[in-house]
Nanobody, 127 residues
Framework: QVQLVESGGGLVQAGGSLRLSCAAS????????MGWFRQAPGKEREFVAA????????YYTDSVKGRFTVSRDNAKNTVYLQMNSLKPEDTAVYYC????????????????????WGQGTQVTVSS
């Protein structure tokens, strides 16, 4: 069982930055691939970024490439999402999720493959 708690959301002007954190409980955090997803009002949940359990492999959706960076600190049981050059279209509730894939060098962009989810943190970008 893994419990995930996101933090770091808030209101920011377009062009600004935020860093989201996701703290995980449990002693097996280093065996989980971690993903970030978001859901805007009236829209379906979408993949944002993911990082393998080893931290060596990262994936991003095209709309955030070059602006967002996912990282993890296994010693602190925490995964981060650094978001720069934020745009109004980045406004959403951001969720972190945990998955145990078969490889430490893989992380899925598919939400249904993740077993554990946090409660979400709101990010609002004003124009």
């Amino acid at each position: 069982q893994v419990q995930l708690v996101e933090s770091g959301g808030g209101l920011v002007q377009a062009g600004g930055s935020l860093r989201l954190s996701c703290a995980a409980s449990g002693r097996t955090f280093s065996s989980y691939a971690m993903g970030w997803f978001r859901q805007a009002p009236g829209k379906e949940r979408e993949f944002v970024a993911a990082i393998s359990s080893s931290g060596g492999i990262t994936y991003y959706t095209d709309s955030v490439k070059g602006r967002f960076t996912v990282s993890r600190d296994n010693a602190k049981n925490t995964v981060y999402l650094q978001m720069n050059s934020l745009k109004p279209e980045d406004t959403a509730v951001y969720y972190c999720a945990a998955d145990q894939p078969g490889s430490s060098y893989y992380a899925s962009p598919r939400g249904h493959e993740y077993d554990y989810w946090g409660q979400g943190t709101q990010v609002t970008v004003s124009s």
